[in-house]
């Protein structure tokens, strides 16, 4: 199965501008507890370098671009989050890095959950083990 799961939000923009929507249970598959959101990130400093236990995330560049790395442990594969509409799942158990922000990036993120640091496998060993 493939490592890369987009989410597609539609475009209800008119003559005034873009407009999306994410809503749990419709076009977002879990329910949003958390949003954060990441900005002038440095383009040479990555960022993530972990795995979640539980969590599930769906991660959108508003403005920008980042290219994610995703490492099921098995497999990686490298994309580009490039689109305001077009969102990347990050499951649990995936371990993930963020490098190449472009300096104008803003990053969105929503969570299946609250911040809990006992969720983050920051460790790759750690996560090879997990698996
Ligand atoms: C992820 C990737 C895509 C909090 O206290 N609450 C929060 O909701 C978050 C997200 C972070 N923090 C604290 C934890 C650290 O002390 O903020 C600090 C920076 O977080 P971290 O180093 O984990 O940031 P990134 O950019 O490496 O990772 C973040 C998310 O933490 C993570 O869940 O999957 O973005």
Same mark, same amino acid.
């Given at each position: 199965?493939? *490592?890369?799961?987009?989410? +597609?939000?539609?475009? *209800?923009?008119?003559?005034?501008?873009?407009?999306?929507?994410? +809503? /749990?249970?419709?076009?977002?598959?879990?329910?949003? %507890?958390?949003? $954060? $959101?990441?900005?002038?990130?440095?383009? @040479?400093?990555?960022?993530?370098?972990?795995?979640?236990? /539980? *969590?599930?995330?769906?991660?959108?560049?508003? %403005?920008?671009?980042?290219?994610?790395?995703? #490492?099921?442990?098995? +497999?990686? &594969?490298? =994309?580009?989050?490039? &689109?305001?509409? %077009?969102?990347?799942?990050?499951?649990?158990?995936?371990?993930?890095?963020?490098? #190449?922000?472009?300096? #104008?990036?803003?990053?969105? =993120? *929503?969570?299946?959950?609250? $911040? @809990?640091?006992?969720?983050?496998?920051? @460790? $790759?060993? @750690?996560? =090879?083990?997990?698996?």
């Amino acid at each position: 199965m493939s *490592l890369i799961k987009w989410v +597609e939000l539609p475009n *209800l923009g008119d003559h005034r501008g873009s407009l999306m929507v994410a +809503e /749990s249970a419709k076009n977002v598959p879990f329910e949003v %507890k958390r949003i $954060y $959101y990441i900005l002038d990130a440095k383009p @040479d400093v990555p960022r993530g370098f972990h795995a979640h236990k /539980s *969590l599930i995330q769906l991660a959108f560049c508003l %403005k920008g671009s980042c290219k994610m790395l995703m #490492d099921n442990g098995v +497999e990686k &594969q490298e =994309v580009y989050i490039n &689109q305001p509409n %077009k969102g990347l799942i990050i499951p649990p158990l995936v371990w993930h890095e963020m490098h #190449d922000f472009s300096e #104008d990036c803003v990053m969105l =993120v *929503l969570a299946s959950d609250c $911040y @809990d640091e006992s969720d983050y496998i920051r @460790d $790759y060993d @750690d996560f =090879v083990k997990a698996l």
